[in-house]
T-cell receptor, first 112, second 113 residues
Framework: GENVEQHPSTLSVQEGDSAVIKCTYS??????FPWYKQELGKRPQLIID?????GEKKDQRIAVTLNKTAKHFSLHITETQPEDSAVYFC???????????FGKGTKLSVIP | NAGVTQTPKFQVLKTGQSMTLQCAQD?????MYWYRQDPGMGLRLIYY???????DKGEVPNGYNVSRLNKREFSLRLESAAPSQTSVYFC????????????FGNGTRLTVT
């Protein structure tokens, strides 16, 4: 099936700094790219998603960028706050697949 | 509007026992999924149902069976539990399969001794 690699696996930033998480994939037919946030002991929740006809999407302090040529997409969090501390998962889908494929996750720690 | 409801929240089984995890959604979604989550392994798909009346294997189906009882409900059964099935199980649903957002339940923490 489709493969997606997510980096880094852990990330520590100072409060107020930016954080960037990157995912790379191989199937050029993928056309749906969501990001999920999972707080400790909680369920994963969608925070932002993008489709292949768009290069960038923003929602307040978070943004996702997509480079279809290079087959990678990234999550950007600006002005990080302690409540941003969580595990973030990228995923991809579409291309006739009935399922999303998830990255292995990035544990983000925001240090006050 | 409860979203995706999973029961039970916690369960302890002995090796060889059986159990069924229940999942229901009230969003009129077509597709439903069962994932397991283990430390360092991310979310791995066990089984999914793209639409009512269909079920298909995911990445790690061995040792599990599923039933899409109706559009709302999708259950996961462990016939003979093994310690390797100790995990957190999440049910999820989406409007359509593969290219729309997943809505997750709160999870079931299963321990097999």
């Amino acid at each position: 099936g489709e493969n997606v690699e997510q980096h880094p696996s852990t990330l520590s930033v100072q409060e107020g700094d930016s954080a960037v998480i990157k995912c790379t994939y191989s199937d050029s037919a993928s056309n749906y790219f969501p990001w999920y946030k999972q707080e400790l002991g909680k369920r994963p929740q969608l925070i932002i998603d993008i489709r292949s006809n768009v290069g960038e999407k923003k929602d307040q302090r978070i943004a996702v960028t997509l480079n279809k040529t290079a087959k990678h997409f990234s999550l950007h969090i600006t002005e990080t706050q302690p409540e941003d501390s969580a595990v973030y998962f990228c995923a991809l889908g579409g291309a006739g697949s009935y399922q999303l494929t998830f990255g292995k996750g990035t544990k983000l720690s925001v240090i006050p | 509007n409860a979203g995706v409801t999973q029961t039970p929240k916690f369960q302890v089984l002995k090796t060889g026992q059986s159990m069924t995890l229940q999942c229901a959604q009230d969003m009129n979604h077509n597709s439903m999924y069962w994932y397991r989550q283990d430390p360092g392994m991310g979310l791995r798909l066990i089984y999914y149902s793209a639409s009512e009346g269909t079920t298909d294997k995911g990445e790690v189906p061995n040792g599990y069976n599923v039933s899409r009882l109706n559009k709302r409900e999708f259950s996961l059964r462990l016939e003979s539990a093994a310690p390797s099935q100790t995990s957190v199980y999440f049910c999820a649903s989406s409007p359509n399969a593969g290219d729309s957002p997943l809505h997750f339940g709160n999870g079931t923490r299963l321990t097999v001794t």
